[in-house]
């Protein structure tokens, strides 16, 4: 059957064969114990549930601005004010289907055939795919375990050649929980006023890091930096909002309305009802999003020193977000096996554990926990794993 071309250049999902592996257990009843999911296993907050009531009561059931809920932009813009003195209009902000749908939205707007992106490795899956979408072509940054994962600007610059259009960042980092310092995104900022680059910064996880450390942005560095940062995140993992299909970015005017005039062909805007609820999530109480930090705090301690105790894997805690991303190759001559793939599947066959390996996201030798699950269940599959493979 004929497909179009840029089908063929988008690669199937590592993750298939072991969540296919994995639902398949689980619908012969098979108790398999899931890190796989890169979402909050917590339920959205009542205050916001309540604010989605109340708007299908009044009625909010009609089409929008394609920026979004003049409410909700406006919510972002005072949030986004009070707390790094910015001065973003509600016509700098867009709100989109997700994360993905503005990370996707803002690829289409900025990429053409033969742009360079410069995407840092281990990095989350849509990036590179989003990159060739638009006809781009992902460039891939290194970074190293020993480095905390974060990537460099000093190895960014020796990648830039006349077609690079931008650089993706993602901080803390699904996969890794890796969080650039202040510092190198001062630097990252730097290098983009330099040499002419956009930085989209993927902020998606940025009310979930640990030790009491401050989040890092390019909102904190030069200011200059304004008409070339498009910043996303999301309601998604801050407010275990995930279904909602809920995130927005803040750029240039320019950038901005071209996203809305893709949105425009294309969802028009994600739902009404989901906005006036994310509304809510913004302006509303934040004592949900401190106890789900507490909450992972405690996880992430479990998930660091379980994993560190079973020999094979080398785990260090993660900065951020809810991810621990162990190296595994100690487990390779152990279990007679190469690559993170078959680990994940030996997890998966031998101790009903589901896992993502790194392969998926261009970090072969890794494999990737989601600790959104709760502190029994987590235990539970530590234990399991330590059997399978001690
Ligand atoms: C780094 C990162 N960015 C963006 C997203 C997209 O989130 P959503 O589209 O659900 O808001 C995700 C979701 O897993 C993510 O991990």
Not at 281 to 301: C, D, F, H, K, N
Not at 319 to 346: D, E, I, N, W
Request: net charge neutral; with cysteine; hydrophobic share 45%.
């Amino acid at each position: 059957m004929k497909l179009a071309d840029r089908i063929a250049t988008l690669s199937p999902s590592a993750t298939i064969e072991v969540k296919a592996v994995a639902d398949r257990l689980k619908a012969k009843g098979v108790d398999v114990i899931d890190f796989g999911p890169g979402e909050p296993d917590f339920d959205t907050p009542e205050n916001i549930k309540a604010a989605a009531h109340r708007a299908i009561d009044e009625n909010l059931s009609h089409y929008l601005p394609t920026l979004g809920l003049p409410k909700l932009r406006r919510a972002l813009a005072a949030s986004y004010r009070a707390r790094y003195g910015t001065d973003y209009s509600v016509d700098e902000i867009i709100v989109g289907c997700g994360g993905k749908g503005v990370l996707y939205a803002a690829a289409m707007a900025l990429f053409s055939a033969g742009d360079e992106v410069i995407v840092p490795a281990p990095y989350w899956v849509s990036y590179p795919e989003q990159v060739r979408i638009a006809g781009a072509r992902p460039v891939i940054l290194n970074t190293s375990d020993e480095d905390g994962f974060v990537p460099r600007a000093s190895h960014a610059a020796a990648l830039v050649t006349d077609r690079t259009r931008a650089i993706i960042l993602c901080s803390p980092s699904n996969p890794t929980g890796g969080v650039i310092p202040q510092e190198e995104i001062d630097r990252f900022v730097a290098l983009a006023l330099r040499a002419d680059l956009y930085i989209i910064f993927d902020e998606c996880y940025e009310k979930f890091i640990y030790d009491g450390r401050r989040h890092a942005t390019p909102l904190l560095s030069d200011g200059r930096v304004r008409d070339r940062l498009i910043l996303v995140s999301a309601v998604s993992k801050t407010y275990a909002m995930t279904g909602w299909r809920v995130g927005y970015a803040v750029g240039p005017k320019p950038v901005v309305e071209a996203m809305g005039t893709l949105q425009s062909h294309d969802a028009t805007h994600t739902s009404a009802v989901s906005q006036a609820a994310a509304a809510e999530a913004i302006e509303g109480p934040q004592e949900s999003v401190a106890a789900m930090l507490r909450e992972y705090t405690s996880r992430r301690a479990a998930m660091v020193e379980g994993l560190g105790s079973i020999r094979g894997f080398a785990c260090k805690p993660p900065a951020g977000a809810f991810y621990a991303f162990p190296r595994v190759t100690g487990l390779y001559g152990r279990l007679g096996v190469s690559g993170s793939a078959a680990v994940a599947k030996h997890l998966l066959e031998e101790a009903r554990v589901a896992t993502v390996p790194g392969e998926a996201f261009g970090a072969p030798g890794y494999v990737r926990f989601s600790y959104a699950l709760a502190l029994e269940r987590i235990r539970e599959g530590l234990e399991r794993i330590r059997r399978a493979v001690g």
